[in-house]
């Protein structure tokens, strides 16, 4: 039983140095160093790698004294046993304490004020501000907790988890694109249903609440179904006045969570589309915005019309919408 306890913890202890040795590269070096000495003498050594002689000597004689262990390459610790402490008079540190105590997360410089009259009384030496802040830090002085402010607003944001889940028209995801082309900037704003897939895109020259209310009131007039749910992320472009306006209309407004744009998954993946199959493919954005315009509505009039989705079983929205919900009154 002894015996074999011995090898385990031999093996285990040759394991450990192995793993220190991969894991230095000083150590690998100093390998591939030796093993050019080793073929081709010190000279060549000293001058394929710029390492001087007594240094490669010195990496030689422990290499060789630990009977070629790879562990006696790697490099030594060289920070000292015993290091410099800072000793402060116990008074200053309790006169600190007392301070901050009273007075809160007072500055150093407030505090170096005071405390050099009173040190003045006790005839004994001062300290800088500097180490007034290592006192004040090492010894954990903080006795009012640091709050962040949080962001108010005006009203409160009811905000989803998940992908809403619908099985009627009326649920709207809307969000902004923002692509460079040439160094130009240009902005869109993005509607879709995401039951029915009927869409509707706006460029805008900024990115506003005010824009974001015009298209959204464009895809109102064009749509075949009443909104009743409108999903956003947590732009600004997405408060005051286009949320005002729908406080008015009665639409309920919800937000996603920051940094989850899986929750508005469809306008998402709307705004890929229209990048793919429009944008990137129109040279009229360069240099004529009125041509682009007027390319960009025919496409989308082809998009809710004719483009086959494949989630709507391969029709278009507006045959998915005349095939489910006939009574529609803007058909």
């Keep these: 039983m002894f015996s ?18 991969d894991q230095s590269d000083p150590a690998k070096f100093r390998l591939h160093v030796l093993s050019h000495y080793y073929k081709y003498g010190w000279k060549p050594t ?3 790698f710029g390492v001087g002689k007594s240094t490669l000597y010195d990496w030689k004689r422990r290499y060789e004294q630990s009977k070629r262990k790879l562990l006696s390459l790697v490099p030594k610790k060289t920070r000292p046993k015993k290091v410099r402490q800072m000793t402060t008079d116990w008074r200053i540190v309790q006169f600190i304490h007392e301070f901050r105590k009273q007075h809160g997360n007072i500055g150093r410089e407030k505090i170096k004020i005071f405390l050099d009259l009173y040190v003045a009384e006790l005839k004994i030496a001062s300290i800088s501000c500097r180490t007034i802040s ?25 905000r989803t988890k998940k992908s809403p ?3 009627q028209p009326g649920f709207i995801e809307v969000d902004c694109v923002i692509l460079y082309i040439n160094n130009i900037r240009h902005n869109f704003v993005c509607c879709i249903d ?4 009927f869409a509707h895109v706006k460029k805008v020259k900024t990115i506003s609440s005010l824009q974001a209310k015009l298209a959204f009131h464009e895809f109102e007039k064009l749509s075949p179904h009443k909104v009743h749910t409108i999903q956003t992320d947590n732009g600004s472009e997405f408060f005051k006045t286009f949320h005002q306006y729908l ?5 309920k407004h919800q ?6 744009p899986k929750i508005n998954g469809v306008v998402e993946r709307f705004n890929r589309t229209i990048q793919e199959e429009f944008i990137n493919r129109n040279d009229e954005i360069y240099f004529d915005s009125e041509a682009f315009q007027v390319k960009l509505t025919k496409y989308l009039n082809w998009y809710n019309t004719k483009r086959p989705h494949m989630a709507l079983n391969y029709l278009s929205p507006m045959q998915f919408i005349q095939s489910n919900f006939p009574e529609s009154g803007c058909l």
């Design 165 to 167: 889940k619908v099985d």
């Design 194 to 197: 995401i039951y029915s897939k």
């Design 255 to 260: 937000f996603i969570y920051p940094r989850s």
């Design 4 to 21: 074999r306890n011995s090898q385990y913890d031999r093996l285990m202890k040759t394991l450990e140095n192995s793993l220190k040795f």
């Design 247 to 251: 406080e008015e209309q009665k639409i």
């Design 46 to 48: 000293t001058e394929a």
């Design 134 to 158: 290592k006192v004040i830090k090492r010894r954990n002085l903080f006795f009012d907790p640091i709050t962040k402010p949080k962001r108010k607003n005006k009203f409160s944001r009811e």
